[in-house]
């Protein structure tokens, strides 16, 4: 490691078996998701009091796709039926989503955010974008697409 703490170069004589470029994206990796699900939860109780931080990234899904059956959801974030079915239910109590029939499938259903969901998300959406402009005020513009690139591609590949 360098002096300032980032990972240089495997040292080819080096053999303790440390990968130190995976040790320190582990590490980096860990701090963004902690600060990421405490994040999270503080944009679901924004979005609503009652709202689970998990629940806000169905909002997102939504949001970006339109409507889903529950099905879908559930294999998108890798959880159960179960869990995607009792997510949904506390959504739809809290009045953010609905469920329609699938016109494709009688016995499915669709999912959607209802207008009030919509308008909710979307308030706390601008704001955790402001928020992301002031952190990131000193970043040039190509570093936040470079940025953004890269979390896609890691996405991707964990979701194959």
């Known amino acids: 490691m360098h002096e300032s703490g980032t990972a240089s170069e495997a040292d080819p004589n080096d053999r303790s078996g440390v990968d130190r470029e995976f040790l320190a994206l582990e590490r ?3 701090v963004f998701l ?3 699900r405490a994040s999270s939860g503080e944009m679901a109780r924004e979005v609503h009091p009652d709202l689970e931080p998990a629940a806000y990234g169905l909002l997102v899904r939504l949001e970006e796709t339109g409507q889903q059956r529950a099905t879908e959801l559930a294999a998108y974030f890798g959880v159960g039926k179960a869990t995607m079915s009792r997510q949904l239910r506390a959504l739809e109590e809290l009045g953010l989503v609905t469920r329609e029939p699938d016109p494709a499938d009688g016995r499915a259903s669709l999912v959607r955010l209802t207008q009030e969901g919509v308008a909710r998300f979307r308030h706390v959406r601008d704001a ?3 928020r ?3 952190k990131l005020a000193g970043w040039d513009r190509r570093e936040v697409a470079e940025l953004a690139r890269l979390l896609h591609q890691l996405n991707t590949r964990a979701e194959s």
Request: glycine letters at 0%; a positive charge.
């Open 34 to 36: 902690r600060r990421a």
């Open 28 to 30: 980096e990796l860990s």
């Open 132 to 134: 992301y402009r002031s």
């Open 128 to 130: 955790r974008r402001d």
